[in-house]
């Protein structure tokens, strides 16, 4: 029985691994950038109350509070709560959802706090 060199070896492993990676490479699709839209908290209200996002389409929702209370988003259309604490941010992600408009709002402050997701 023949052994090989370690040197050999090595060659062989460091080949299949560059090989294996390169698959890799090309098997994984390209990903796009995933589309952002700001939603400010001010005054106890959301800024903008309605927000258009594209359909069929992953998006992030940057939630910035420039009250000095804590708010927190909500939507039941959606499937979203997150507490932002005030003067903080929070990312929430979105998605994709079909057309139609999706209602979101601040529980704290229900009454002034209200805002839809606009899916076109």
């Not at 927000?51 to 939630?63: D, G, N, S």
């Not at 507490?83 to 990312?91: D, E, F, P, R, Y």
């Not at 408009?101 to 606009?118: D, I, K, P, S, W």
Request: hydrophobic share 45%.
């Amino acid at each position: 029985m023949k052994i090989m060199s370690s040197r050999f070896a090595t060659r062989l492993f460091l080949a299949g691994t560059v090989l294996f990676g390169l698959g890799l490479m090309t098997a994984l699709p390209a990903t796009a950038e995933i589309p952002v839209f700001e939603i400010l908290i001010k005054d106890h209200k959301f800024e903008p109350t309605e927000v258009t996002i594209p359909a069929a389409t992953k998006v992030k929702l940057l939630v910035k509070n420039l009250d000095p209370t804590p708010e927190e988003f909500e939507s039941f259309d959606f499937n979203r709560e997150k507490i932002i604490a005030g003067g903080s941010q929070a990312v929430i992600f979105v998605g994709p959802l079909e057309p139609g408009r999706y209602n979101f709002f601040g529980e704290f402050n229900m009454e002034t706090a209200q805002g839809y997701l606009v899916v076109k």
